[in-house]
């Protein structure tokens, strides 16, 4: 179901393979650059696709999903850890079915993780841990392009803004997964012995700008098999961030908007629907 991988990534017209997924969409003489992330990588996927440069060197504003170093701080790691633990008196075993439990714990038991350590773990918390730490041992472990970039333009001394707050983000965390606990799990089990290969194919479309491979293998699964995940992590997000791209056409300065790869892809996707507004926009 590609569920685990497409949540840690984390989310029209068919696009033709290009070089890169970095589009430039202008409007009469306004134009601004939105390069699709990949939030985890390894050292070896850098350096970066001529095009993020290109049109980082561009932009006087930098657009993320968020603030990036409030979503570091201390503060808020201790927030996201209140809401996606249980309280006292509800655990995992507490809450799914035994059957479920019992392949975690397998699973666990397999890859020396002391269940005991996660059983305060909510779903959605356990999905993302366990996924970052199987990407770790495949040594994908280094600064996404959003950090890359971040880091970047604080040097730089670019503008940078966000399109949404932290708190809205782990909004969307705490939601997910409610009412669908077992269904979740096991997805993400059933994800793992295939996680590698999943990656591979998802770093190779993010590269070349292969919209379709990306719809295929991320996109459809997640929006055929949790609709109502898919409505909340991608298109309510989308919706809210459209009218804040489309107001950057009115600004003097050039921005490059930098945000998760599936956010950009398929019939919900911000390039499909900001090209039938009347944007044109050219693949770089």
Not at 61 to 78: G, R
Not at 222 to 237: A, G, K, M, T, W
Request: proline share 4%; net charge negative.
């Amino acid at each position: 179901m590609r569920l685990c991988l497409a949540l840690t990534l984390l989310l029209w017209q068919t696009l033709v393979l290009a070089d890169t997924s970095v589009w430039k969409v202008s409007k009469g003489e306004q134009s601004l650059f939105i390069g699709g992330t990949l939030h985890i990588l390894a050292p070896s996927d850098y350096p970066l696709p001529d095009s993020f440069s290109t049109s980082y060197q561009q932009a006087q504003t930098l657009v993320f999903e968020t603030d990036l170093s409030a979503l570091s701080s201390p503060e808020f790691q201790l927030q996201m850890l209140t809401a996606l633990t249980y309280p006292d008196g509800k655990n995992l075993k507490s809450v799914l079915e035994e059957d479920t439990y019992q392949r975690l714990n397998t699973y666990c038991q397999a890859r020396d993780l002391p269940l005991d350590n996660f059983l305060k773990f909510k779903p959605a918390l356990l999905t993302i841990t366990l996924t970052m730490i199987e990407l770790q041992r495949m040594g994908i472990s280094s600064a996404g392009v959003d950090e890359h970039f971040y880091k970047q333009g604080t040097k730089d001394g670019k503008t940078l803004l966000k399109l949404e707050t932290t708190e809205q983000q782990l909004q969307f965390l705490t939601s997910m997964g409610e009412g669908q606990e077992d269904q979740l799990i096991l997805s993400t089990l059933d994800d793992m012995d295939s996680l590698a290969k999943m990656m591979a194919t998802l770093k190779s479309a993010w590269r070349s700008g292969d919209s379709n491979k990306l719809l295929e293998t991320a996109i459809m699964p997640i929006s055929s098999d949790y609709p109502e995940l898919y409505q909340n992590l991608l298109v309510s997000r989308n919706n809210s961030w459209l009218p804040q791209i489309e107001a950057m056409f009115k600004t003097p300065a050039t921005e490059f908007i930098l945000v998760g790869t599936l956010h950009l892809v398929g019939p919900d996707g911000i390039i499909e629907r900001l090209q039938k507004s009347g944007y044109r926009v050219e693949q770089l």
